[in-house]
């Protein structure tokens, strides 16, 4: 079983910081790692595939790297749009999402 | 555009038989390279994957829960189901339905449906 976790937990931060959020898995995943965004009431969002590769449409204030355990997302100037909640989630094996980071002014 | 459109009931009692549809529309579900999924997310709660059905109704199902999960597909009306048996309160949730794409990744999502079990 591929376990996922994320932090921190929650992320207090305004407009125009730059922001990282960690995702660490418990085995390795190579670049299987995909982060989405979620805002309330609202289904998830996909911004990064592959662990970097950013999906079409996706701003590129958003950015993603790592390989193997260890990987990150980086919103280089945060937006008012950008208040949610993140997930990473692998797909090496079957799919495993992480427990979610919260980004909140 | 493509949609995705899930539909059932709100409420289920315990012990019961969960049956979720999700409707496909602006793109055919016979698409090649890709598969269709639910995943669900209890309230106040993190993201957990189900399972997946290729139109030719090829199933792949998350390992925990396997034994009470069973997706099937209706190309003729565009459609795919989601069975979860032997209901708790622990499967009190939004249950999205979703497409994974060529990329692996869960590219178009349902609105969502919340279902809550209780007598």
């Known amino acids: 079983d591929f376990q996922m976790t994320q932090s921190p937990s929650t992320l207090s931060a305004s407009v125009g910081d730059r922001v990282t959020i960690t995702c660490r898995a418990s085995?390795?995943?190579?670049?299987?790692l995909a982060w989405y965004q979620q805002k309330p009431g609202k289904a998830p969002k996909v911004l990064i595939y592959k662990a970097s590769s950013l999906e079409s449409g996706v701003p590129p204030r958003f950015s993603g790297n790592g390989s193997g355990t260890e990987f990150t997302l980086t919103i280089s100037s945060l937006q008012p749009d950008d208040f949610a909640t993140y997930y990473c989630q692998q797909y090496n094996s079957g799919f495993t999402f992480g427990p979610g980071t919260k980004v909140d002014i | 555009q493509l949609q995705l459109q899930e539909s059932g009931p709100g409420l289920v009692k315990p012990s019961e038989t969960l049956s979720l549809s999700c409707s496909v529309s602006?793109?055919?579900?016979?698409?090649?390279?890709?598969?269709w999924g639910w995943i669900r997310q209890p309230p106040g709660k993190g993201l957990e994957w189900i399972g997946s059905i290729y139109y030719s109704g090829s199933a792949y199902y998350n390992p925990s829960l396997k034994s009470r999960v069973t997706i099937s597909v209706d190309t003729s009306n565009n459609q795919f189901s989601l069975k979860l048996t032997s209901l708790t309160a622990a499967d009190t949730a939004v249950y999205y339905c979703a497409r994974r794409s060529p990329e692996l990744i869960f590219d178009s999502w349902g609105q969502g449906t919340l279902v809550t079990v209780s007598s």
């Open positions: 085995q390795s995943i190579s670049s299987w």
């Open positions: 602006g793109g055919f579900i016979s698409s090649s390279s890709y598969y």
